[in-house]
């Protein structure tokens, strides 16, 4: 049997779209089944996949699955390309909460939801203050942690390019205090209403662009005063604006394109 997919991408972090809303998927999304599609020499390839399905509460439910197979909780830029293929205000169940999609002159904007800042609720290991964990990785100190629907921690750096991110990333996203792995952002602000941000993603690796990890870095710029509650943030596929309205809610607005569509036979993929 073929399926069709849709290939999107949120500033180059890329998609491979499931529409299961009116047509169920011809059996489950296996780990293996989802890592065989992302892979970009044998499959179509994408940073992450995303599975639209109807829900009873929401216009739909996405469910989102990295690269390396594992579902998880929430994707800012897969939010976007999921509300473009819905044209119009959209509500998504996720597992990291609901959220809510309109198109925007600029594209879409999203309404990510409340940060959440406990401990336990990013989640760590122990109880540590996240406003400023004390701990380092290489040059890398000090970070705050996050959870916007998924865990983030932001480190704060002179020179977000001269970080070594490749070698640093899968040690901080692998650390023992992160029980469910981390999203590692390396953040430079760069006045008080733009700053450049690069993403190490959880089970992905280094992508383009992480519409989360953009939520999460400029809250954190917020939290600590750095910049102002509307900020740009520049990542290496592109801009997207971040607001931290004082009703406690994150709201991302950016582009969002479809590449191109086409199916693919299930059985080469599945079991
Ligand atoms: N690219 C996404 C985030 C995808 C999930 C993330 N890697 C995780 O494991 O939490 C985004 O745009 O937010």
Same mark, same amino acid.
């Given at each position: 049997?073929?399926?069709?997919?849709?290939?999107?991408?949120?500033?180059?972090?890329?998609?491979?779209?499931?529409?299961?809303?009116?047509?169920?998927?011809?059996?489950?999304?296996?780990?293996?089944?989802?890592?065989?599609?992302?892979?970009?020499?044998?499959?179509?390839?994408?940073?992450?996949?995303?599975?639209?399905?109807?829900?009873?509460?929401?216009?739909?439910?996405?469910?989102?699955?990295?690269?390396?197979?594992?579902?998880?909780?929430?994707?800012?830029?897969?939010?976007?390309?999921?509300?473009?293929?819905?044209?119009?205000?959209?509500?998504?169940?996720?597992?990291?909460?609901?959220?809510?999609?309109?198109?925007?002159?600029?594209?879409?904007?999203?309404?990510?939801?409340?940060?959440?800042?406990?401990?336990?609720?990013?989640?760590?290991?122990?109880?540590?203050?996240?406003?400023?964990? /004390?701990?380092?990785?290489?040059?890398?100190?000090? #970070?705050?942690? $996050? +959870? @916007?629907?998924?865990?983030? !921690? %932001?480190?704060?750096?002179?020179?977000?390019?001269?970080?070594?991110?490749?070698?640093?990333? /899968?040690?901080?996203?692998?650390?023992?205090?992160? #029980?469910?792995? $981390? +999203? @590692?952002?390396?953040?430079? !602000? %760069?006045?008080?209403?733009?700053?450049?941000?690069?993403?190490?993603?959880?089970?992905?690796?280094?992508?383009?662009?992480?519409?989360?990890?953009?939520?999460?870095?400029?809250?954190?710029?917020?939290?600590?005063?750095?910049?102002?509650?509307?900020?740009?943030?520049?990542?290496?596929?592109?801009?997207?604006?971040?607001?931290?309205?004082?009703?406690?809610?994150?709201?991302?607005?950016?582009?969002?394109?479809?590449?191109?569509?086409?199916?693919?036979?299930?059985?080469?993929?599945?079991?």
């Amino acid at each position: 049997m073929r399926v069709p997919f849709i290939k999107m991408h949120g500033l180059g972090n890329d998609f491979i779209m499931l529409d299961a809303r009116e047509t169920p998927l011809p059996g489950p999304l296996e780990n293996a089944t989802v890592k065989a599609l992302a892979d970009r020499r044998e499959g179509i390839g994408c940073d992450q996949l995303i599975l639209m399905e109807p829900d009873d509460t929401a216009t739909i439910r996405m469910r989102i699955y990295n690269s390396d197979g594992a579902e998880v909780e929430a994707c800012g830029n897969g939010a976007r390309a999921a509300g473009m293929l819905l044209g119009e205000e959209a509500t998504i169940a996720t597992a990291g909460g609901m959220i809510a999609t309109r198109p925007d002159a600029s594209g879409i904007s999203v309404d990510m939801g409340v940060p959440r800042f406990e401990w336990d609720a990013i989640p760590l290991a122990y109880p540590m203050d996240t406003e400023r964990l /004390p701990l380092g990785w290489g040059t890398l100190e000090a #970070p705050l942690a $996050i +959870n @916007v629907g998924n865990p983030h !921690v %932001v480190f704060f750096v002179d020179d977000a390019d001269a970080v070594p991110l490749e070698a640093l990333g /899968p040690q901080i996203e692998m650390d023992s205090v992160f #029980p469910e792995r $981390i +999203n @590692v952002n390396v953040a430079e !602000v %760069v006045e008080r209403a733009s700053m450049r941000l690069r993403v190490w993603e959880r089970g992905a690796g280094l992508t383009r662009a992480c519409g989360t990890g953009a939520c999460a870095s400029a809250v954190a710029a917020m939290r600590r005063g750095l910049v102002d509650r509307e900020v740009t943030v520049h990542l290496p596929g592109g801009p997207l604006i971040i607001a931290w309205g004082d009703d406690d809610r994150i709201i991302m607005t950016g582009g969002a394109t479809e590449a191109f569509r086409g199916t693919f036979a299930w059985d080469d993929y599945a079991g």
